[in-house]
């Protein structure tokens, strides 16, 4: 069964950056699309953008566009979030998911999550 751990957050001031990481476990996830989501206190889990399993797809929420990247070495077992020019509202808990094959339908494999906090 796929396990994933993600980390890399943490608090930085407006405009800086952070690279989350998410990493598998006990299974390879190569043949798993990964999405990255957030959620913010008070508010639903939101999708932040999710690569194919073979990297050839990439899709961004239009907050994530231009400022967020998502990329994947299935040898090493890791998808990693780049996230630049953060903005206090991308303040939230942020998870990775795997979901096998693509990135649409359900998720069944979670990280357990990971605090970005942006503010001055």
């Known amino acids: 069964q796929l396990q994933l751990v993600d980390s890399g957050g943490g608090s930085v001031q407006p405009g800086g950056s952070l690279r989350l990481s998410c990493v598998a476990s006990?299974?390879?996830?190569?043949?798993?699309?990964i999405g990255w989501f957030r959620q913010a206190p008070g508010k639903e889990r939101e999708g932040v953008g999710c690569?194919?399993?073979?990297?050839?797809?990439?899709k961004y929420s239009s907050s994530a566009k231009g400022r967020f990247t998502i990329s994947r070495d299935n040898d090493k077992d890791t998808v990693t979030l780049q996230m630049n020019s953060l903005k206090p509202e991308d303040t939230a808990v942020y998870h990775c998911?795997?979901?096998?094959?693509?990135?649409?339908?359900?998720?069944?494999?979670w990280g357990q999550g990971t605090q970005v906090t942006v503010s001055l």
């Open positions: 998911g795997g979901n096998y094959g693509s990135c649409t339908g359900e998720y069944a494999y």
């Open positions: 690569i194919s399993s073979d990297g050839s797809s990439i």
């Open positions: 006990a299974f390879t996830l190569r043949y798993y699309a």
